[in-house]
């Protein structure tokens, strides 16, 4: 027998003669010492855990230690700059946003100017007045092939599905978009009573399950689709090819968590795994997918339908857009996601190693669009830590149309940033199906914290637009924002990410960076 259970052994023996000894006491100490001599025999004879076996429930101090470091690291030693995926100030200052406190910051700036990596803008000396802007900027999303172009808010909630959140955070988006008049993705698990019951703006997303809308051999129904596109508030569908946050990594809804509800909603059998394959099924080259899209854009009698995408093969994208050319179909809208992008559950090797981060993506699928002579046809909407009024400046600056928020939308709700989505045991009740969990989120007032931070978000991105000197989202262009690149050298992200010359592409004898690209994509094949 191992010195350590002697020694444990013989101090519970000795605790039990002490109590003998003053019998008054000796039921209230077994209270105590009995579930102590239990845990310890337990600990002793279980094999999972070493440190455990060896040091019966002292062992057990260091998992307890594991468990808390999270969040002792964030509320005591984390500076406010420092934290991931969000800082403590980005945090605040959502949360400020959404209660309307006060969010003016004392002192300067904590952030080191002198830093690589440290970005600003360009301000104006013939700063505008705020009073001459538009205080609720929107884009027209409908090319001329769509015969219902939709209105939409240059700041609107990302996909996030029914079942990663809970009922009552699908509420309070949903009514916080009715509220300040802008739009709700569904993400791809479907659409909800949850999307719908407050009447907000509603982007239907689409995924490889095609959830909502998918036939019994896990294909695409045309029949199920026409019926959920029915509802009057759906004012866009989404195609969603991939999510920054594991791009390429098909999923699994196990069959515990398929519950007659869920399975309703998605429109698949209850009770069963459902796999979500990491490609579509309903199309397989290029022309294929415009083919779809076309299709969809018909079914849904014209409603606007674009796709969403984190940049992966360059020359895929290329692909995508000879087919445009070669076909005459133009998705109406493309959603350029961020591998920074977040996710209630994924591998941490697709997490932090897959796909193209927002920005080079963002910037690339610009200027393929605009090599081909075919942005104009197209709105691009993009998506990736989109919090604060400097990253909507920042994003559009680099050829962004409009942004979409997820992780800033549930903070916005109350998220803590616990970082325990994909463990159903989120405290705030965001990323959660328990019920007494989700009950302690009050659906009214997180409703107005929604609309709250999206409206003080977009007052502070026109401030910025303001100082630039403009008055239209349109004039944005990336030479107004500088990027630290070492203590000395400091670029534009016009010089970081040149403007390609309007159709260049389309010339025979183009000769620039894109070349080996043109050269290697088909509209026929990925």
Known sequence: ?????????????????MAWLWMPVLLWSLVIIMPL?????YDYFQKPRAIARNFPILGRGRYWMEMLRPKIYQYFIESDI?????????RALVYTRAKREIDTNPFGTQLNVYEPGYEWMNHSIMAKNFNELSKDPRIIVGNEQCR??????IFNISAMSFGSLSENAQLALNGGAKLGNFAHNTGEGGVSPYHLQPG???????????FGCRAE?????????IETVAHPQIKMIELKLSQGAKPGHGGILPAKKNTPEIAAIRKIKPGIDVHSPPYHKAFHTPEGMLLFIQQLRELSSGRPVGFKLCIGEKREFVAICEAMIKTQIFPDFITIDGGEGGSGAAPLEFSNYVGFPLREGLAFAFDCLVGFGIKSNIKLLASGKVSTGFDLFRTMALGADACNSARGMMLALGCIQALECNTNTCPTGIATQDKWLMAGLDVSDKTKRVANFHKYTIHAFLELLGAAGLTET?????????????NTLVQTYEELFPYIEKGSFLHRGYDGPYKKLLVEAEPYEF
């Open 1 to 17: 027998m191992r010195k350590q259970f002697i020694i444990f052994t013989v101090i519970i023996l000795l605790l039990e003669l």
């Open 37 to 41: 001599l239990i845990w310890g025999f």
């Open 82 to 90: 420092d934290g991931r995926p969000f800082n403590r100030q980005q």
């Open 148 to 153: 219902q172009p939709y209105s939409l808010s």
């Open 200 to 210: 907000g703006d509603i982007i239907y997303q689409i995924g490889t399950g095609y």
């Open 217 to 225: 051999d896990g294909g695409f129904s045309a029949e199920s689709f």
């Open 474 to 486: 349109t004039q944005l262009r990336r030479w107004h924002i500088n990027r630290r690149i070492n």
